[in-house]
């Protein structure tokens, strides 16, 4: 039977027609299916917004196939000249919609060109002249469903001022909002890639890169009108492998900003994308894909709750960098649950409801870039202050090079009495025979130390020191070792330690860029040395402190 005119609200200036509730349903691709005049009553009826996918199976056992579903309507007397618009909301995969056996619309593609276009509203303009007022109209539309198989949010037939209002609205809030975050995500990405390859950037910049890159195709699925894949069945596959990709990777990146150390969580995170990556590339057939997402979807949507764990440890903790990503990871994380139950529900799960909210739309794309936003500004700033606090060290480096020089040049010179000192003391033993050093020499040596306390975090070489000097490579080394007891190498050590150890004492930066700081070409020389300086680890002395 016709809907009743009582069902919408017309006045002069609006007419809305709501078009949820029962619709007829039939299975089959019959041209026939979308005439007015079809005989319908023996067609199943479907509650909708729903999904199609249950309704298939039952009556094929696939959740793939094209069916026809079908609505009578009243409308108006008086239609307005533009005609009416009708609003469908999200029909996966593809569709045909007809009024009154004319097509008004159609998205996505049927095989053997099939493009699933689910994630996009519809909106398909009806002429008046297709319109029967105060008659039965029927609204037919031709589906086709592989793996996703639904129509999801508001279901009207309005004025083409309410439709036009809510399509311009629909293009802002999510077609014009969704490529400008995958525009803004772009930009981030290519940043921290440039600050990484500078060599300005730790592990925590290495994984917030790689997380932008599922983070894309993730937002795509949500946002992409344009046919990446050849069909379906591969489109499910990538966005599978990216979703859990980005999970995993997205988690390690937060273990590294927080400077927490799980080992045995990722080696789990680990297996769990591996095997997750054989499952996907092993499925053959729809109904394996359809099973292997769902277990997709039940073993990453519970991991948000570890997501959230982790900004709340942190805050404990009094990290201050989960003061301010405490919320964008918890709107993160909420985002990601709530499109696990949007997408359970797409795949033909239970219908789920929470205070009367469906679930029905997929948020990912908002919360995960508050989350990336904050995240990029939080490791940008880390960045600037790192070049700021450099900037500033050049600086008073430079106002105080003469004082600390002269200062060096005394303590040098009061050095070398107290060698000489000891050094004439041992020759006055009896039985010990020495090599006295000339004047030249001691001088020269003198230079070489000098040279040595301004340019111990660079590399220096003994035969490059003593051709700086003038002087033989072999004598230098021995007449060095002579003048202040050590190798040249374990003295220059001994100075970068002792720089490192001030360095892990006054800031928080992680032990191996303090290593490269000051002159160690591999965290593994530097612990050593350090240990050897010091009788503790790197590790050991800052937790001391």
């Not at 000098?450 to 220096?460: K, L, S």
Request: aromatic share 12%; proline share 3%; hydrophobic share 45%.
């Amino acid at each position: 039977m016709p809907l009743s005119l009582s069902a919408y609200q017309s006045s002069s200036q609006s007419i809305k027609i709501p078009l949820h509730g029962k619709w007829l349903i039939n299975i089959g691709d019959e041209k026939h299916f979308g005439s007015q005049e079809l005989p319908d009553t023996s067609w199943d009826t479907i509650k909708l917004p729903g999904s199609f996918i249950r309704y298939l199976k039952a009556r094929t056992g696939k959740i793939e196939g094209t069916l026809w579903i079908r609505k009578h309507i009243a409308v108006p007397e008086k239609i307005p000249p533009g005609g009416l618009g009708l609003v469908m909301g999200r029909i996966g995969n593809a569709d045909v919609t007809m009024v009154n056996g004319h097509i008004v619309g159609e998205t996505g593609g049927f095989p053997p060109r099939e493009f699933s276009m689910w994630n996009y509203k519809r909106f398909y303009h009806v002429p008046a002249s297709l319109l029967k007022p105060g008659q039965k109209n029927v609204i037919a539309i031709r589906i086709y469903c592989r793996i996703y198989g639904e129509m999801r949010g508001d279901l009207f037939l309005s004025d083409m001022s309410w439709w036009a209002s809510q399509r311009h609205w629909y293009l802002l809030t999510s077609v014009i909002v969704y490529y400008g975050i995958l525009g803004i995500g772009a930009a981030i990405g290519l940043l921290f890639l440039v600050i990484f390859i500078m060599g300005r950037g730790g592990l925590e910049s290495a994984f917030f890169i790689m997380q932008m890159i599922p983070g894309f195709f993730v937002v795509y699925e949500i946002c992409g009108f344009f046919p990446l894949y050849p069909d379906t069945i591969i489109r499910i596959k990538v966005f599978g492998f990216m979703w859990t990709a980005l999970v995993v990777v997205h988690l390690m990146f937060l273990h590294r900003l927080y400077g927490l150390k799980r080992k045995g969580i990722e080696t789990a995170l680990g297996a769990m994308l591996v095997l997750f990556t054989i499952l996907i590339l092993s499925a053959t057939d729809v109904t394996r894909h359809r099973f292997i997402a769902l277990i997709v979807i039940a073993v990453l949507t519970p991991l948000a709750l570890y997501n959230i764990s982790i900004h709340v440890q942190a805050l404990k903790k009094k990290n201050i960098y989960a003061r301010y990503l405490f919320f964008p990871g918890l709107i993160l994380s909420l985002g990601a649950a709530h499109d696990g139950f949007a997408y359970l529900q797409r795949l033909g799960g239970p219908d789920i409801s929470f205070m009367g909210y469906g679930f029905e739309e997929v948020v990912f794309g908002y919360a995960a870039t508050v989350m990336f936003i904050g995240g990029a500004m939080i490791l940008l700033h880390r960045f600037l202050q790192s070049m700021k606090q450099v900037e500033e060290l050049n600086e008073t480096l430079e106002l105080r090079v003469y004082d600390r020089t002269r200062e060096l040049e005394e303590s040098l010179q009061h050095l070398s009495r107290i060698i000489e000192d000891s050094y004439l003391e041992e020759r006055a033993k009896p039985g010990k025979k020495t090599t006295e050093l000339s004047g030249a020499t001691v001088q020269k040596i003198q230079h070489a130390v000098v040279y040595i306390h301004d340019n111990y975090m660079h590399d220096i070489s003994r035969e490059g020191l003593a051709a700086h000097i003038q002087i033989n490579a072999d004598h230098f080394g021995k007449a060095f070792r002579h003048y202040t007891g050590k190798k040249m190498n374990e003295y220059i050590n001994e100075l970068r330690i002792k720089r490192a150890a001030v360095m892990l004492k006054e800031s928080d930066e992680a032990v191996i860029h303090i290593a490269f700081a000051v002159g160690f070409e591999s965290l593994r020389t530097f612990n050593r040395a350090f240990l050897k300086v010091m009788g503790i680890t790197p590790t050991e002395y800052r937790s001391d402190i």
